[in-house]
């Protein structure tokens, strides 16, 4: 075990927490600088480390998943959020969904218990010349991104985000909505609102004319992977439905053939809130209640939070960053989960696991160790260090990452892949 030593963070999310519990496991201080809940960033609504804002999905526990594999890989390597998120599981049918809220402060109370572990609620807007990890995320302080920017020599790239709104499920109207997971799944953990056509088309017609939170003209660069839902809705009538409000397997005796289907997701461990799947949305709060009231069964909803878009920084790592995660141009200073280009609470974590064993390393005079290509984590670390600096737009665990893989022999790429990641990680504690 290391003594003596000290390593700074920036940013007190899941990749933040995650090389927070590395470093503490290998006997290193950790000074972790936090500004909330001082500062709002009009985004988080807790003072707990490791919050989930956007969404209490963790994405699918199947292995033949790449989310699925990538978190059996940071099960492998002792994930505290993996570890939290078992505690404070709520049912999701094949995905991985938690209480937000006790999974949160499930992160915050491990970290905080340990005596290595110091916190900071500071905003931090400027790099020195001590070992530190940047796991600011998306909502990187204007002052921070700036400071980045100058170190990198080009402007930080951005994109918008958006979270979808939260309602109570005793204010549900349940002779119309009911309870089933897609496709048979192993529960029946999704409320679901059918819409029949002329209800459908009315809804479609209210939300392209519903206003809009005023937003600057320059952020409006939306990641794919997340878009509003009145944004789809502009792309064609039919769009929705084809997407979150797809009816394919949700058929039940009372709606034979729904035209299409509004899913809720449990968000408490109670069960007593439950979110809109996929409405991510940049409407004004009032017209939120008003459009989403439209939906069959939630015509009295009471909305505990409404959806919100937040702006999604990241620098350009092709051209910034070593393979270590260090910047080139200050290889103190290690960048760590979606600030560094990838998407999405899991890839964000695994990423932080990886920036703080790589600053170990750097702290007791050990190389650098390359997490294998054959597994997700590698394989995300591959693209964001490789990929064209003119089209790099952030990326999420999925199955293009590794272009020899197949349904055919996806088993093979499974079994190689967690072979491969106890192998790194008997490295890594070496």
Partial sequence: MASGLRVKIIGGGLAGSEAASFLISKGVNVDLYERRPKVDDGAH????LGELVCSNSLKSKELTNACGLLKEEMGDMGSIMMKEAQKASVPGGNALTVDRDIFAKGISETLLSSPLFHLHEEDVNALDDELTIVATGPLTSEGLLAELSKIVGKNNLS???ASAPIVKKDSLDFTKVYFKSRFEQSDDAY????????????????????????IHSFDTHYFEGCLPIEVMAARGLETLRH??????????EEHPHPYAVAQLRQDTKLGDYYNLVGFQTNLTYPEQKRVFSMIPGLEKAEFLRYGLMHRNSY?????????????KNKPNVFIAGQLSGVEGYVESAALGIIAGVEAYRRL???????????????????????????????????????????????????????????????KANE
């Fill in 159 to 161: 994109f918008f985000d």
């Fill in 191 to 214: 409320l679901n609102a059918p819409f029949d056509r002329d209800e459908y088309y009315s809804f479609v017609k209210e939300l392209l004319g519903a206003k809009k939170a005023e």
């Fill in 45 to 48: 609504v807790t003072p707990y």
């Fill in 364 to 426: 007791v005079n050990k190389g650098h160790i390359e997490v294998p290509h054959e597994t997700v984590t590698g394989a995300l670390i591959d693209y964001i260090l490789t990929s064209s600096s003119a089209y790099f737009e952030p990326m999420n665990a999925n199955w293009a990452l590794f272009p020899r893989s197949n349904k055919n022999n996806r088993q093979e790429t499974i079994a190689n892949s967690l072979r491969a990641v106890k192998s790194y990680w008997e």
């Fill in 315 to 327: 620098i350009s790592s092709p051209g910034a960053l070593n393979k270590d995660l260090s910047l």
């Fill in 243 to 252: 997407g979150m409000l797809k009816p394919f397997g949700l058929e039940v």
